[in-house]
């Protein structure tokens, strides 16, 4: 069955850095297009960026274009999040997504806070 378990989330301070990484499982990891949405309090979920399976294609939000890189290794059967320049805004539950056959898979998500 398909896994996704997220993790590098935590408490950071304004202008700090994370990065998040999300392990997959269950699945033919290198033919999928993977995503990074998060989700903060009070408001609904949103795309934050995504790269086709090879990796040869990224979308970002716009408000992460330029801060945020989404990267991923078949090898490993991971997809990152490289979170630079983090601002208050950025704080949310930030969750590992997979589309397959009309169908979305969710991680458990991990807690990003940035805050002084």
């Known amino acids: 069955q398909v896994q996704l378990v997220e993790s590098g989330g935590g408490l950071v301070q304004p202008g700090g850095s994370l990065r998040l990484s999300c392990a997959a499982s269950?699945?033919?990891?290198?033919?999928?297009?993977m995503s990074w949405y998060r989700q903060a309090p009070g408001k609904e979920r949103e795309l934050v960026a995504r790269?086709?399976?090879?990796?040869?294609?990224?979308n970002y939000a716009d408000s992460v274009k330029g801060r945020f890189t989404i990267s991923r290794d078949n090898a490993k059967n991971t997809v990152y999040l490289q979170m630079n320049s983090l601002k208050p805004e950025d704080t949310a539950v930030y969750y590992c997504?997979?589309?397959?056959?009309?169908?979305?898979?969710w991680g458990q998500g991990t807690q990003v806070t940035v805050s002084s």
């Open positions: 269950g699945f033919t990891f290198s033919i999928y297009a």
């Open positions: 790269i086709t399976s090879a990796g040869g294609s990224t």
């Open positions: 997504n997979l589309k397959r056959s009309w169908t979305d898979y």
